[in-house]
């Protein structure tokens, strides 16, 4: 079974809006949860990542929140534009950088 | 910066045949990985190797083996290969394991028919 379970398969958004992409684990040994973006034909790459000390990272329009006692967090992609059109996807990872992917999310946004 | 350079891109096979996937990063990266992915499952770690001379089964290792050839080059070899190792493979190195951001190369698609 998928230790990582992402929310929604894919989503449309105009473009402006907020994007909002869910994730959820059980394994409560993870301590690092990363989100990739992945455009077609590319290797995903990191766009932003938190740690469970802290409920929430901000970097420039992506925001991730975090909830331990839920075991959830989640992606924000504020002012969401064309380009951010891709597939995510959540992790999470305890030892040896062992990542378990979410089964990813198509984000659309629609100009 | 080549970053993780992976060969070939793309590669057709026929059920029984045997190939190796190529990998080399230049980022001085301890650990490597290979991953497989597939629609609707995400990716799936195959096989991991935490430092030179290391390798450790990850998910999904049956069907494949693996060799850290050096610092550089992790390899992933399926003997035989089946119609069920139909993917995307992707290579990815980090630093070690407490610098844990992972780079991924661009990918080789495998069909096997």
């Known amino acids: 079974q998928q230790q990582v379970k992402q929310s929604p398969q894919s989503l449309i958004v105009q473009k402006g809006g907020i994007s909002i992409i869910n994730c959820a684990y059980e394994n409560t040994a993870f301590d690092y949860f990363p989100w990739y973006q992945q455009f077609p034909g590319k290797g995903p790459a990191l766009l932003i990542a938190?740690?469970?000390?802290?409920s929430e990272k901000k970097e420039g329009r992506f925001t991730i929140s975090f909830n331990k006692s839920a075991k959830q967090f989640s992606l924000h992609i504020m002012d969401s534009q064309p380009g951010d059109s891709a597939t995510y996807f959540c992790a999470a990872s305890s030892d040896f950088n062992k990542f378990y992917f979410g089964s990813g999310t198509k984000l659309n946004v629609k100009p | 910066n080549a970053g993780v350079t992976q060969t070939p891109k793309f590669q057709v096979l026929k059920t029984g045949q045997s190939m190796t996937l190529q990998c080399a990063q230049d980022m001085n990266h301890n650990s490597m990985y290979w991953y497989r992915q597939d629609p609707g499952m995400g990716l799936r770690l195959i096989y991991y190797s935490a430092s030179e001379g290391t390798t450790d089964k990850g998910e999904v290792p049956n069907g494949y083996n693996v060799s850290r050839l050096n610092k550089r080059e992790f390899s992933l070899r399926l003997e035989s290969a089946a119609p069920s190792q139909t993917s995307v493979y992707f290579c990815a190195s980090s630093l070690d394991r407490t610098n844990t951001e992972a780079f991924f190369g661009q990918g080789t698609r495998l069909t096997v028919v």
């Open positions: 938190i740690r469970p000390d802290v």
